[in-house]
């Protein structure tokens, strides 16, 4: 297992309530491996994966990914409604209608956006994603998946 880069800008991603059962069962199967990455595709994520929220550190530092686990997560306070907004070194912006929503946990996504790189999060510790689509994948470079067209999406 990984652990996370050292990004200062970073969007979370929920799985939806309705994920699809295959996609499940290769973000459970690859904790088991030593593979270091799992694939996926774009219309996978697009379809099982809710944008929840971004945070912005104002700077890098590798204690960035820590707090990230910590500030999406159910502890004294609902994170979502108590940690949207301006901070000292850190602003949250929600993007979700809803004034809750649960703790991040194992098949969610964190997208550090300072390097391009997205993990996924298993039992212990996390997973890089590499996007089967992108023809710059060949190459090592992690780029964001590109959204499929209404049609492929139904």
């Not at 929600?94 to 991040?104: L, V, Y």
């Not at 996924?120 to 470079?141: A, C, H, T």
């Not at 780029?143 to 067209?149: M, Y």
Request: hydrophobic share 35%; aromatic share 12%.
């Amino acid at each position: 297992m990984s652990a996370l880069s050292d990004g200062s800008k970073w969007t979370v991603f929920h799985q939806s309530d309705t994920i699809d059962d295959s996609v499940k069962r290769r973000i459970d199967n690859s904790a088991k491996t030593d593979v270091e990455a799992l694939l996926m595709s774009a219309i996978e994520f697009y379809c099982n994966y809710n944008k929840v929220a971004t945070f912005d550190f104002n700077s890098r530092t590798t204690l960035n990914h820590q707090m990230l686990w910590r500030l999406t997560n159910n502890v004294d306070e609902v994170w979502l409604k108590e940690f949207e907004g301006q901070h000292d070194n850190w602003t949250m912006d929600k993007h979700t209608e809803e004034n809750a929503c649960r703790s991040s946990m194992v098949g969610d996504i964190f997208q550090d956006k300072t390097n391009m790189i997205w993990w996924v999060i298993q039992p212990m510790g996390f997973k890089r994603i590499f996007w089967l689509d992108n023809e710059e994948e060949k190459s090592g470079y992690n780029v964001s998946p590109q959204k499929p067209s209404e049609d492929e999406l139904q």
